[in-house]
């Protein structure tokens, strides 16, 4: 026997009187004495099965076995019915019980009994079989097709860099260290130096993969591990790769609007409208907006949660750049404006008061590469590996960095990045 002839997407009208196989999981169950129904989920959605208990006894003693979650098969035949979810249902002549399920289940995938989410991450592989996670990882999956797309018509290739380093990106203590044959090694932060390395090489490069960093940070937008979707890109500055940024989110947004319509549903959430270009602030203007609505921040300040949601309700716009930070509170490798030293040619994408991605110039002059290093507090023998390129032709370039998961918080609507990270690591989790 075949496990499957058609998913629930694919019966139809057109099938009535037809035998088909269908095989999914059982959602539900309903026993109304001479008639028993079973709801079977697929990836694709709900079908009904109907067992007379007249017509079918042994189906019918079967039905009291058969528990919620367990996979099936059942071959039987389309009836169209206007009362049945869809207008039809299957009537089945044999059910075959590939994977029997305990009971009761830890988590009620139906959603019935609702559960918090420490029970959820718990419970994941169960978690992920609701409507809602399902319905979070269509629509990731649709941005990020959308996403390559967009890179690739630009001329992009992909590339994998190392995940296990010698030296920290960035500097700073926010790393994972890794027993490596007798040596110290650390989880990568970020690709940023050898994505730098390889736009020297292909002019045009993304990545989309997992970068750790141990933060104590324990909020609903930061984990240990996530995806970071990565590009540089040669001859180019930031307001080059900006515009690429606008745009890829903008065709990422335009994808899940277009082909999640069923998904949306399910969340009861619309990503926001894209209008392209996005606003610019710059930075010290900002700052600016901000001591007039009365926060006590000056120039050289990080600009916060609180700062951030102030600053949306004053510009009343909810994606936006804001350019142009102090140099000091960029990495070694953004390039300085040429006009005023105390800044640089950087942004961050925010979409309200989270940040979504970050960018720059980059720094393509050895000499000032180390000026930077120094500055920043890091020893430039350290970067050895890093900076011996900068002898042999590395052209001006940029690029930027953006977190899936919380660029997903904004697509879907969810609260919390840990909904829309599929096996989340934080200080509290290390399994599932």
């Not at 718990?122 to 649709?142: G, M, N, P, Q, T």
């Not at 745009?247 to 392209?276: G, H």
């Amino acid at each position: 026997m075949k496990y499957r002839t058609h998913l629930s997407s694919e019966i139809s009208e057109a099938l009535a009187g037809r035998e088909v196989i269908i095989a999914g999981w059982i959602h539900l169950k309903r026993d109304l004495g001479g008639k028993k129904f079973l709801i079977i989920r697929d990836k694709d959605g709900y079908i009904q099965v109907v067992i007379s208990r007249k017509e079918q006894p042994k189906l019918a003693e079967l039905f009291y076995e058969l528990t919620p979650e367990s996979t099936v098969s059942i071959r039987g035949t389309v009836k169209l019915d206007k009362r049945a979810p869809n207008g039809y249902e299957i009537v089945p002549a044999e059910i075959i019980v590939h994977s029997r399920a305990k009971a009761p289940l830890p988590l009620d995938v139906s959603g019935k009994v609702p559960a918090d989410i420490d029970t959820r991450l718990r419970e994941r592989v169960l978690d992920l079989r609701r409507d809602e996670s399902r319905a979070y990882f269509k629509i990731i999956s649709v941005a990020l097709r959308a996403i390559r797309e967009e890179l690739y018509r630009r001329g992009f290739i992909e590339i994998f860099t190392p995940k296990i380093i010698a030296t920290a990106t960035e500097g700073g203590a926010a790393l994972f260290p890794v027993a490596y044959f007798g040596r110290e090694a650390y989880l990568a932060q970020s690709p940023q130096l050898y994505k730098e390395l390889m736009a020297g090489a292909f002019e045009r490069v993304f990545e989309i993969a997992p970068a750790w960093r141990a933060e104590e940070s324990d909020t609903p937008y930061h984990l240990a591990e996530f995806i970071s979707i990565d590009m540089e890109m040669a001859f180019a500055d930031y307001n080059t790769v900006m515009e690429v940024l606008e745009n890829v989110v903008y065709r990422a947004v335009k994808a899940v609007k277009e082909e999640c319509v069923k998904e949306l549903k399910i969340l009861n959430y619309e990503p926001p409208d894209i209008r392209l270009p996005l606003k610019r602030f710059k930075y010290v203007d900002v700052i600016k907006a901000l001591q007039e609505a009365g926060h006590n921040i000056k120039v050289g300040d990080d600009i916060g949660t609180p700062e951030l949601r102030e600053f949306c309700k004053v510009v009343k716009e909810d994606l936006f750049f804001i350019v142009d930070w102090p140099s000091e509170a960029k990495p070694f490798y953004t390039m300085p404006r040429k006009d005023n030293e105390m800044f640089t040619e950087s942004f961050d994408l925010n979409w309200r008061f989270l940040e979504l991605a970050s960018g720059s110039t980059r720094v393509h002059i050895k000499d000032l590469l180390i000026k930077r290093l120094k500055e920043k507090g890091l020893n430039p023998e350290s970067f050895r590996y890093f900076l011996k390129w900068f002898d042999y032709g590395i052209p001006p370039h940029a690029g930027w960095g953006m977190g899936l998961g919380r660029f997903a918080l904004m697509l879907t609507g969810a609260r919390n990045i840990r909904e829309v990270t599929l096996f989340p690591r934080d200080k509290k989790r290390l399994k599932p």
